[in-house]
């Protein structure tokens, strides 16, 4: 990279962790072989029985920018994640899943696009549990509201945020997929959301994890287009319908 490095924007990377003791030191070292070097990783261990704090200590031990921090009791990946960004410091805040792993080069060709955008996304790929690679899901260049009722493209541990735009938004905690509620929050404030639609990340799928039950997830979907979007019965059906088939693809494509 050409700047000197304090002249670059500082990158705040949330990294929720809950019994990641197998995943965790991929999802750290995946950070620490970033190209982009002016990051803090803020690892909030959300109560584990597992070593997972103790291999997030090992890291901090050994990076300054690495600090880690235990939720007095477990409050979930939404209140976990709302905490990191109480304490983030940096003026673009970064999630990563303690069991997703970065490509070297995704913070600098994200950030690359930060001009155009004040969500930065990218395209990744499906993993399994053993790292396996099962398929790619390729985002678009852009998204918006609309697009977004009919298919998510927006993934935690894909995408970067302007900080600023995080003024009175946070996750919510009462929904099942509370993430996407975030998501459509902020792009129905009219916040724009770019990709970088090169694959920068993968996502592990691990088996009894809340993305691996299909029915609960379209279940949920349904009660947030109804309940949280308050859209018609109609328009809910219609954007259901299409979010069906592209998970039904999706599906197929990481057998």
Not at 185 to 214: F, M, N, P
Not at 228 to 239: D, Q
């Amino acid at each position: 990279m050409h700047a000197t490095e304090t002249s670059l924007p500082l990158v705040s990377i949330i990294m929720p962790a809950f019994n990641g003791e197998p995943y965790i030191g991929a999802a750290i070292r995946s950070v620490l072989a970033q190209s982009y070097a002016r990051w803090e990783l803020l690892i909030l261990d959300d109560g584990s029985a597992d070593r997972t704090a103790e291999i997030a200590e090992a890291f901090e031990k050994s990076d300054p920018r690495i600090r880690l921090f235990r939720n007095p009791k477990n409050l979930g990946a939404a209140q976990t994640r709302n905490r990191g960004f109480a304490l983030a410091q940096g003026e673009w805040i970064a999630l990563l899943d303690c069991d997703d792993i970065w490509h070297t080069d995704k913070l600098e060709k994200q950030l690359a696009l930060a001009s155009r955008g004040d969500i930065l996304y990218c395209s990744y790929a499906l993993i399994d549990e053993s790292g396996k690679h099962l398929s790619d899901f390729l985002v678009p260049e852009s998204t918006d509201y609309e697009a977004m009722l009919r298919e998510s493209v927006l993934s935690c541990s894909t995408v970067l945020l302007r900080r600023s735009i995080l003024a009175g938004q946070r996750f919510p905690t009462e929904y099942y997929h509370e993430d996407y509620v975030f998501w459509l929050g902020l792009l129905k404030a009219g916040y724009r959301a770019i990709a970088c639609t090169e694959v920068l990340a993968d996502y592990r799928l691990v088996k009894g994890s809340r993305s691996s039950d299909k029915r609960n997830a379209a279940k949920n979907r349904w009660l947030i287009y109804r309940r949280v979007e308050k859209l018609s019965i109609w328009k809910s059906a219609a954007v259901f319908a299409v979010y069906a088939c592209h998970a039904l693809r999706k599906h197929r494509r990481a057998r």
